[in-house]
Protein backbone atom coordinates (compact mmCIF):
# COMPACT_ATOMS: atom_id res chain seq x y z
CA UNK A 1 0.00 0.00 0.00
CA UNK A 2 2.87 2.18 0.77
CA UNK A 3 4.64 1.85 -2.29
CA UNK A 4 1.59 2.72 -4.13
CA UNK A 5 0.89 5.91 -2.47
CA UNK A 6 4.43 6.37 -2.65
CA UNK A 7 4.58 5.71 -6.33
CA UNK A 8 1.23 7.63 -6.93
CA UNK A 9 2.64 10.71 -5.32
CA UNK A 10 6.08 10.83 -7.56
CA UNK A 11 3.57 10.37 -10.37
CA UNK A 12 1.58 13.26 -9.34
CA UNK A 13 4.26 15.81 -8.59
CA UNK A 14 5.90 18.03 -10.70
CA UNK A 15 9.80 18.21 -11.98
CA UNK A 16 9.82 21.65 -9.33
CA UNK A 17 7.94 19.95 -6.02
CA UNK A 18 10.45 17.13 -6.79
CA UNK A 19 13.77 19.31 -6.83
CA UNK A 20 12.37 21.34 -3.47
CA UNK A 21 11.98 17.81 -1.43
CA UNK A 22 15.57 16.38 -2.64
CA UNK A 23 16.98 19.97 -1.79
CA UNK A 24 15.31 19.93 1.67
CA UNK A 25 16.80 16.15 2.45
CA UNK A 26 20.27 17.52 1.36
CA UNK A 27 19.65 20.55 3.96
CA UNK A 28 18.97 18.39 6.33
CA UNK A 29 21.88 15.81 5.80
CA UNK A 30 24.04 19.04 5.80
CA UNK A 31 22.76 20.49 8.83
CA UNK A 32 22.85 17.24 10.73
CA UNK A 33 27.12 16.51 9.52
CA UNK A 34 27.56 20.08 10.83
CA UNK A 35 26.15 19.17 13.52
CA UNK A 36 28.36 16.04 14.12
CA UNK A 37 31.25 17.72 13.13
CA UNK A 38 30.88 20.71 15.77
CA UNK A 39 30.36 17.95 18.39
CA UNK A 40 33.30 16.18 17.21
CA UNK A 41 35.89 19.35 17.30
CA UNK A 42 34.55 20.17 20.77
CA UNK A 43 35.74 17.20 21.99
CA UNK A 44 38.69 17.44 20.74
CA UNK A 45 39.70 20.85 21.42
CA UNK A 46 38.34 19.86 25.53
CA UNK A 47 40.68 16.81 25.15
CA UNK A 48 43.70 19.08 24.16
CA UNK A 49 42.93 22.20 26.69
CA UNK A 50 42.79 19.31 29.42
CA UNK A 51 46.04 17.83 28.04
CA UNK A 52 47.37 21.16 28.23
CA UNK A 53 46.74 21.76 31.57
CA UNK A 54 47.83 18.72 32.42
CA UNK A 55 51.26 19.24 31.06
CA UNK A 56 51.47 22.81 32.53
CA UNK A 57 50.80 21.13 36.28
CA UNK A 58 53.44 18.65 35.59
CA UNK A 59 55.86 21.71 35.11
CA UNK A 60 55.36 22.94 38.23
CA UNK A 61 54.97 20.06 39.81
CA UNK A 62 58.82 18.99 38.10
CA UNK A 63 60.59 22.89 39.79
CA UNK A 64 59.68 22.12 42.72
CA UNK A 65 60.83 18.46 42.46
CA UNK A 66 63.95 19.73 41.69
CA UNK A 67 64.06 22.20 44.31
CA UNK A 68 63.59 19.08 46.82
CA UNK A 69 66.04 17.30 45.16
CA UNK A 70 68.87 19.84 45.38
CA UNK A 71 67.67 20.57 48.80
CA UNK A 72 67.04 17.28 49.92
CA UNK A 73 67.61 18.61 53.85
CA UNK A 74 64.73 20.83 53.31
CA UNK A 75 62.45 19.08 51.59
CA UNK A 76 61.73 16.82 54.69
CA UNK A 77 64.47 17.99 57.81
CA UNK A 78 65.51 15.63 60.94
CA UNK A 79 64.68 17.10 64.44
CA UNK A 80 67.84 18.08 65.20
CA UNK A 81 67.92 20.63 62.11
CA UNK A 82 64.54 21.74 62.34
CA UNK A 83 65.95 23.19 65.89
CA UNK A 84 68.52 25.14 64.34
CA UNK A 85 67.34 28.85 63.65
CA UNK A 86 68.81 28.95 59.94
CA UNK A 87 67.47 25.37 59.37
CA UNK A 88 64.22 26.20 60.27
CA UNK A 89 63.92 29.47 58.44
CA UNK A 90 65.17 27.20 55.15
CA UNK A 91 62.91 24.84 55.44
CA UNK A 92 60.02 27.41 56.48
CA UNK A 93 61.06 29.36 52.81
CA UNK A 94 60.88 25.71 51.30
CA UNK A 95 57.28 25.09 52.63
CA UNK A 96 56.09 28.21 51.49
CA UNK A 97 57.53 27.15 47.80
CA UNK A 98 55.54 23.55 48.51
CA UNK A 99 52.68 25.50 48.94
CA UNK A 100 52.52 28.30 46.21
CA UNK A 101 53.66 24.88 43.45
CA UNK A 102 50.80 23.43 45.10
CA UNK A 103 48.38 26.43 44.54
CA UNK A 104 49.22 26.96 40.84
CA UNK A 105 49.10 23.23 40.22
CA UNK A 106 45.56 23.53 41.64
CA UNK A 107 44.38 26.49 39.36
CA UNK A 108 45.88 25.21 36.51
CA UNK A 109 44.29 21.25 36.89
CA UNK A 110 42.53 20.46 40.07
CA UNK A 111 42.19 16.50 39.42
CA UNK A 112 42.04 13.89 41.85
CA UNK A 113 45.19 12.50 40.62
CA UNK A 114 47.00 16.01 41.66
CA UNK A 115 44.77 16.91 44.96
CA UNK A 116 46.36 13.09 46.01
CA UNK A 117 50.22 14.12 45.21
CA UNK A 118 49.64 17.68 46.82
CA UNK A 119 48.19 15.40 49.83
CA UNK A 120 50.91 13.00 49.84
CA UNK A 121 53.38 15.89 50.02
CA UNK A 122 51.80 18.04 52.43
CA UNK A 123 51.94 14.91 54.84
CA UNK A 124 55.49 14.94 55.10
CA UNK A 125 54.94 18.29 56.84
CA UNK A 126 52.19 17.73 59.24
CA UNK A 127 53.87 18.90 62.32
CA UNK A 128 54.64 22.58 60.74
CA UNK A 129 51.73 22.32 58.73
CA UNK A 130 49.67 22.04 62.56
CA UNK A 131 51.81 24.84 64.15
CA UNK A 132 50.46 27.72 65.29
CA UNK A 133 52.92 29.77 63.66
CA UNK A 134 51.91 28.46 60.38
CA UNK A 135 48.13 28.36 61.34
CA UNK A 136 47.91 32.07 62.24
CA UNK A 137 50.45 33.36 59.82
CA UNK A 138 50.90 32.06 55.80
CA UNK A 139 47.66 29.31 56.24
CA UNK A 140 45.36 32.21 56.12
CA UNK A 141 46.45 33.28 53.10
CA UNK A 142 46.22 29.88 50.86
CA UNK A 143 42.94 29.22 48.59
CA UNK A 144 39.65 27.42 50.18
CA UNK A 145 40.82 24.09 47.97
CA UNK A 146 44.53 24.05 49.48
CA UNK A 147 43.08 24.95 52.87
CA UNK A 148 41.18 21.46 52.90
CA UNK A 149 44.14 19.13 51.65
CA UNK A 150 46.36 20.83 54.41
CA UNK A 151 43.83 20.28 57.23
CA UNK A 152 43.62 17.05 55.31
CA UNK A 153 47.23 16.12 55.24
CA UNK A 154 47.05 17.51 59.03
CA UNK A 155 44.08 14.92 60.28
CA UNK A 156 44.53 12.02 58.16
CA UNK A 157 48.56 12.46 57.34
CA UNK A 158 47.47 12.38 53.18
CA UNK A 159 46.02 8.73 53.60
CA UNK A 160 42.37 10.54 54.09
CA UNK A 161 39.57 10.51 51.79
CA UNK A 162 41.45 12.00 49.04
CA UNK A 163 43.89 9.16 48.42
CA UNK A 164 43.07 6.84 45.98
CA UNK A 165 43.44 2.56 46.62
CA UNK A 166 45.97 2.01 43.36
CA UNK A 167 48.17 5.11 44.50
CA UNK A 168 50.70 4.25 46.90
CA UNK A 169 53.50 6.90 48.31
CA UNK A 170 57.31 5.38 47.48
CA UNK A 171 58.71 4.15 51.31
CA UNK A 172 62.60 4.28 51.49
CA UNK A 173 62.49 1.71 54.31
CA UNK A 174 60.31 -0.69 52.32
Do not use: C
Not at 46 to 55: F, I, L, M
Not at 142 to 166: C, F, R, Y
Amino acid sequence: MFLVSYGTLLTDMTLYQFANMVKGFAIAVGVAAAIVMAAKWWQRSQRAARVTREAHAKRVYATYLLQAMQHPELARPSGEEAAKSRARTQYQWFLGFLLTTAEEILLVDPSDTWRETIARQLAAHREFLASAAFREGPYRGLSSELKGLVDDAIVHGGEGPTKSSNVRPLHANR
